[in-house]
């Protein structure tokens, strides 16, 4: 079951993703209703947490609908379905308290830049975060490249977990069990942020580069979630980001360091991550900084997971 969160003529609705069209989960629900005689009860929310496991309130009659939606024919369909140009689509979870961001959990990215991956038995995945009410961007909206420094902005496509409820202290056995679903992240990133400065110290390059993560528009999510209870392994998903239609990364999520249950549970050892949380897990190769290419005005980003579906923006200087 794949979720969106679009908006038509002002409203914020909430539909079944199907990467062409959406089918807006209110008007399947009345159609559904008049074919079955059967009412679901649905919360009226634009949450998609409401409807996804391990704990929305209406994740049973939602997933029963998205059933329904499936056995439907053709014709059906195309009377309950919005073309996806029609509308806006939003960021699936449109209020997480936290991003949380992998670095260095692929070992073609740490790769790229000439540094031998090894991983001592010790070893823990490195996180930084972004704050989210500036930084993410729905998909279709342009990236703005930064004023005070615009030429060195990179793409990073992601597999985004997003957490279903309050998670604690948890086993990696347990851990995906407290997770309600996956999307898209492109973690944006500014590899030479130089803010001036009048002096420099030693952990200035480290600190330039974690800056770099929080320009505006730099997240990029989207353009569904997909139920986590659909996904019997999150470690099975193929990842492509194109710029132009030119093929820049291309791998699976297999090839991560830490897995995704072990990065749950990692993170709940130390902060007690809340739903709605959106963890990016981390990139692969093929970041611009390997071929010192970067991203300019004019240029499409489209990173896609399969299963999950395609997130495309533009990229705009900033005016």
């Known amino acids: 079951m794949r979720l969106c969160r679009f908006r038509l003529d002002e409203l914020v609705l909430t539909g079944f993703y199907a990467d062409d069209r959406i089918i807006p989960i209110d008007q399947a629900s009345e159609a559904y209703c008049e074919d079955v005689g059967i009412e679901l009860l649905l919360v009226s929310t634009d949450d998609l947490l409401d409807f996804l496991p391990p704990e929305g309130c209406s994740r049973h009659p939602v997933a029963e609908l998205a059933t329904w939606v499936d056995d439907l024919d053709e014709v059906r369909l195309d009377e309950l379905s919005l073309p996806v140009d029609s509308v806006q689509l939003l960021v699936p979870i449109g209020y997480p308290r936290k991003i949380i961001l992998l670095e260095d959990n692929y070992s073609g990215h740490i790769a790229d830049r000439g540094v031998a991956t090894v991983l001592p038995q010790e070893a823990f995945p490195h996180i930084s975060l972004k704050p989210p009410s500036t930084t993410l961007t729905h998909p279709g909206d342009p990236v703005i490249l930064p004023r005070i420094s615009p030429d060195h902005i990179d793409w990073e496509c992601e597999l985004g977990v997003v957490i279903g409820r309050v998670c604690r202290d948890v086993d990696e056995d347990e851990a995906l069990s407290y997770v309600a679903g996956y999307t ?29 993560k929080w320009h505006d528009t730099f997240c990029p999510v989207g353009p569904c979630v997909l139920s986590a209870d659909a ?4 470690q099975g998903f193929s990842m492509q980001l194109t710029v132009n239609g030119e093929v820049m990364q291309d791998a699976t999520t297999a090839q991560m360091l830490f897995p ?40 499409l980003v489209r990173a896609t997971i399969e299963g999950i579906g395609a997130l495309e923006n533009p990229i705009e200087a900033e005016g």
């Open 184 to 212: 898209i992240v492109n973690d944006i990133t500014d590899r030479r942020f130089a803010p001036r400065a009048r002096s420099s110290r030693e952990r200035d390059p480290f600190f330039r580069w974690l800056m770099g």
């Open 260 to 299: 995704v249950a072990a990065i749950v549970s990692f993170l709940s050892r130390f902060m007690t991550l809340e739903p709605g949380d959106l963890i990016a897990t981390g990139t692969p190769a093929g970041v611009g900084e390997a071929t010192d290419t970067y991203l300019k005005p004019g240029d």
């Open 231 to 234: 996904v019997a392994d999150p």
